[in-house]
Every structure is written in C-alpha cells, then in structure tokens.
Nanobody, 125 residues
Framework: QVQLVESGGGLVQAGDSLRLSCAAS????????LGWFRQAPGKEREFVAA????????VYSDSVKGRFTISRDNVKNTVTLQMNSLKPEDTAFYYC??????????????????WGQGTQVTVSS
C-alpha cells in the first residue's frame, strides 16, 4: 500500500514558476512509476509527466514539454514537479499517482494504482 500527499500548489501569475512535491509512504515506493496528472473544471483528468523507478526514463505531455521537469528521490520517498513559464491553461488540480506495474511508463489515469488528494494550481493572466 502506498499513500501519497501533494504539496506546493498556489496562485501565481503567468510566467512564474511553482514546485509541486509529493511525499510517499510504502515499502515498494522505489520500484513504482510515479506520475503527475491534472484536472481542470469540466475536463477529464489528463497526464502531465511520469518517471520510472530509476529516474532514468521520463515522459511529458506535449503541452508541458520543455517547461515542466519531473524528478524523484527514492531515499526521501518524494517526487517533484518543477513547473516553469506557467500559463493560465495550466490552471488545474494536480494529482500525484503511482503505478506498481514494473513495465513502461503509461499515460492513462486508469493505469495508476494509487492517488494523492491533489493540490490546486491557479495561474492568472
């Protein structure tokens, strides 16, 4: 069992940066793929970024590629999403998720087994 708790959300202006963190508990955390998803009001939950257990493989959605960076620390049991050059369209509730399958990185929300409660990110224009 894995518990995930996000932090770091807030209200920023367009062009600003924000850093989201997700603290995880659970014995097998180091082996799981970790991802960030977001959901805006009235929209479906969408994939943002994910990182495999070793940290060597990452995948980003086209909408955030080049602006967001995902990283993990398997000693501290954390995964971080550094968000730069934020845009109003990045406004959403952001969720941390864990996939216990040891295969490749997946982008579908249904593929992930554990979820945090989420944190709100609001970008004003």
């Amino acid at each position: 069992q894995v518990q995930l708790v996000e932090s770091g959300g807030g209200l920023v202006q367009a062009g600003d940066s924000l850093r989201l963190s997700c603290a995880a508990s659970g014995r097998a955390f180091s082996y799981y793929t970790l991802g960030w998803f977001r959901q805006a009001p009235g929209k479906e939950r969408e994939f943002v970024a994910a990182i495999r257990w070793s940290g060597a493989n990452t995948v980003y959605s086209d909408s955030v590629k080049g602006r967001f960076t995902i990283s993990r620390d398997n000693v501290k049991n954390t995964v971080t999403l550094q968000m730069n050059s934020l845009k109003p369209e990045d406004t959403a509730f952001y969720y941390c998720a864990a996939d216990r399958d040891l295969g490749g990185i997946k982008q579908g929300p249904g593929e992930y087994d554990y979820w945090g409660q989420g944190t709100q990110v609001t970008v004003s224009s």
